[in-house]
């Protein structure tokens, strides 16, 4: 069974642009998770999506949204890209259920210049 | 939702049993204690979950005791490929992960 992927692995962007990260689940999962890692801040949930809904959310601003589409990929976007903003975005995906096992991708590298 | 504390780092030797205790002094009653590992660049892997007493997989062995305020990873003779982060998290009713600081683990030759 093929695992998490995510696209692109290394993006470079510049202040005040915006960004789409995308990410496919494992086959059958149906909940996908995004997470923001940096150095300082360590792993920190962004927002999460089971069946294209929105079913829980960090604490990060309106710039930071995302989707999910029938076939339970999900992409991010950032919008009005900072320098704090580069990080290593992961996604992970799982079944759905509480408490459950989360498989996690790669990671997508943001530089933002 | 819960915190963990964990020591920030720790050194061991090849062949050694290496094992990391974690604190979650405020876990909620249906919450599992969860165990991830992570490796520079990629994203965590699950290693090991359990709720009370003990559980041991192919990789590793997690400790939990009656009151559930603490949790203990341990890894049997380790090997260089070990060295890694080490995140213990609960997860329950709260479908996002809660990562805090987490171990690092340095094996050495």
């Known amino acids: 069974k093929a695992g998490v992927t995510q696209t692109p692995r290394y993006l470079i962007k510049t202040r005040g642009q915006q960004v789409t990260l995308s990410c496919s689940p494992i086959?059958?999962?149906?909940?996908v998770s995004w997470y923001q890692q940096t150095p300082g801040q360590g792993l920190q949930f962004l927002f999460e999506?089971?069946?294209?809904?929105?079913?829980n959310k960090g604490n990060f601003p309106g710039r930071f949204s995302g989707r999910q589409f029938s076939n339970s990929r999900s992409e991010m976007n950032v919008s009005t890209l900072e320098l704090g903003d580069s990080a290593l975005y992961l996604c992970a995906s799982s079944l759905g259920q509480e408490g459950g096992e989360q498989f996690f991708g790669p990671g997508t590298r943001l530089t933002v210049l | 939702l819960a915190k963990t504390t964990q020591p920030i780092s720790m050194d061991s030797y090849e062949g050694q049993e290496v094992n990391i205790t974690c604190s979650h002094n405020?876990?909620?009653?249906?919450?599992?204690i969860t165990w991830y590992q992570q490796f520079p660049s990629q994203g965590p892997r699950f290693i090991i979950q359990g709720y009370k007493t003990k559980v041991t997989n192919e990789v590793a062995s997690l400790f939990i005791p009656a009151d559930r305020k603490s949790s203990t990873l341990s890894l049997p003779r380790v090997s260089l490929s070990d060295t890694a982060v080490y995140y213990c998290l609960p997860a329950g009713s709260a479908r996002q992960l809660t990562f805090g600081s987490g171990t690092q683990l340095t094996v050495l030759p």
């Open positions: 405020n876990i909620a009653t249906n919450d599992y």
């Open positions: 999506y089971f069946s294209e809904t929105q079913r």
């Open positions: 086959s059958g999962h149906r909940s």
